[in-house]
């Protein structure tokens, strides 16, 4: 018996796994064995990003499955700008992605609508495909404010993004990183379906149906299930999850898992 029906989204399922500030060498080497061991799906982009001390090694190390992404960059290509990574940087160390606009970086280290619209735009140029992440805090939803926050990040996008053929949108409300309150699926769908109408708007049908939109916060192996039968759900950005392999390999396989459910 079915436990949902079966996604309508045909966009290739995406699986990211940010490491965000997390690991050491022995723990790092620890997860990409165990990452290399199991068993995930070959028809879907599965995407690590661990932190820039670590990201040569995995890149190195990793089998095919999965791809590398940083987890932030620059808007330059050189210069002095103690402590940066430029998007450059990531290119000539062959990894292929890019975390931009990550809530955590927004709120703690205050980059601003413009300067992730900036760096996006020029991570793509560079040739770089990008995680691009928006999400209202708990304020925002709360005050009336949640769809009026998620137009000014994606206008910002739109002002510097050329090719969303290698963009990745990434919804991540802030209430519900890492505090494992996870939005209910009915409420992830709705301001993914909202976002895929403002692309549709902005881009057309066809290219926005081919933009993946997903989802992140508080996503675990015991509450993907459902949300990835949603129809503008096409993936997951999966935080804490992600440090443990049999959990996110499960998330890995969550959309499998769900059609297989409902047949
Ligand atoms: O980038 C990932 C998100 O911030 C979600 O993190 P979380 O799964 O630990 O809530």
Redesign the pocket.
Known sequence: MGLAAPPASSAKFFV???W?CNGTHASVEKLVADLNAGEVPSDIDIVV?PPFIYIDWVRANIKSAYEVAAQNCWTKPDGAFTGEISAEMIKDAMVPWV?TG???RRLLLGESNRTVGLKTGHALEVGLSVIA?IGETLEQRNSGHLYDTIDIQLQALFENVQDWGRVVL?Y?PVW?????V?ASPAQAQEVHAYVRKVLTDRLGKSRAESIRIIY?????DANCGELATQEDIDG???????LKAPSFINICNARGAAAAAAN
């Open positions: 990211g796994g940010n965000k990003a975390i990550h809530s955590e992440c990434a991540e519900a990183i890492g505090t494992g996870v992140g916060g508080s996503v675990t997951f950005l999966v935080g804490g999850a992600s």
